[in-house]
């Protein structure tokens, strides 16, 4: 992932009734109020529990957000005080595989929820690849303007729909590279994300991670000959799951 330029289970439950010894009536309460209780738009996620696998690293947490979004996977070293992301993943996802991690060294992970509502798509048809002299400079067209007094609070649950980027479009700069412009309407993010995907997918992935107040972007080398679909998302970094280490023997 850049600009910084940038998975299912099921649970079968079985029970012969006139086997099992009736519960206790406490704890089907407990049980009972514990699925009834409404989730926190913005909770952090929890349990995150690292554990290896062949010559990865499995992680698992739990999701408790309600709010639409995503989660940074980060680690770090005893060598290293600061997290460095990994990877991102959408807000259905719990668990995560580190490839090829280095056997004997302590790795320290968390993740870490963005929340923020994603614009409507668009869609554009990239044309034949050709050498049309020196590449194109991926990244914004124009330096962010301060928008801190306007727009709507995207911190707000109720009003996140409004402070999603509106009128995004896009257009070819050149036949493998799509120029994109977005209104800013929020107010109080931590940055912008722009997102693509085949246009006959829904697997997007980030492919830029851009600073608060970011209007455009020109995203270069994209697949000849092929429709791609674009969205762009504010958002802003909730809670960090705790803190779990591991390592490979």
């Known amino acids: 992932m850049r600009y910084a330029s940038v998975a299912g289970w099921l649970a079968l439950l079985a029970a012969a009734a006139c086997s099992r010894p009736p519960e206790p009536l ?40 309600s709010a639409p979004g995503g989660y940074f996977v980060e680690f770090r070293t005893d060598a290293n005080d600061t997290f460095t992301m990994i990877d991102a993943v959408w807000a259905d996802a719990h668990t995560f595989v580190h490839e090829d991690v280095a056997r004997d060294t302590p790795f320290s992970y968390r993740v870490r929820p963005f929340f923020g509502a994603a ?25 962010p303007s301060r928008n801190d007094a306007a727009g709507v609070s995207i911190r707000d649950a109720n009003a996140m729909a409004e402070a999603a980027p509106a009128e995004l479009s896009a257009v070819l700069g050149s036949p493998t590279t799509a120029v994109l412009r977005w209104k800013d309407r929020a107010r109080d993010e931590d940055g912008y994300l ?20 970011a ?10 000959n092929t429709k791609m679909r674009f969205r762009a ?5 909730g809670l960090p799951s705790n803190v779990a280490t591991a390592s490979l023997r």
């Open 26 to 65: 406490q704890e089907k309460h407990e049980t009972q109020e514990k699925q009834e209780k409404p989730r926190d738009a913005f909770a952090a996620p929890e349990a995150l529990s690292p554990s290896p696998s062949g010559g990865n690293m499995l992680l698992r947490w739990e999701n408790h957000a």
């Open 119 to 143: 614009s409507p798509t668009v869609d554009v048809a990239t044309g034949a690849a050709v050498d049309a002299g020196p590449p194109e400079e991926e990244g914004p067209l124009t330096e």
């Open 194 to 213: 722009l997102e693509m995907a085949p246009a006959d997918s829904s697997a997007f992935q980030i492919c830029a991670l851009l600073p608060p107040n």
């Open 215 to 224: 209007t455009s972007f020109r995203k270069v080398k994209l697949p000849p």
């Open 233 to 237: 998302r504010a958002y802003f970094l």
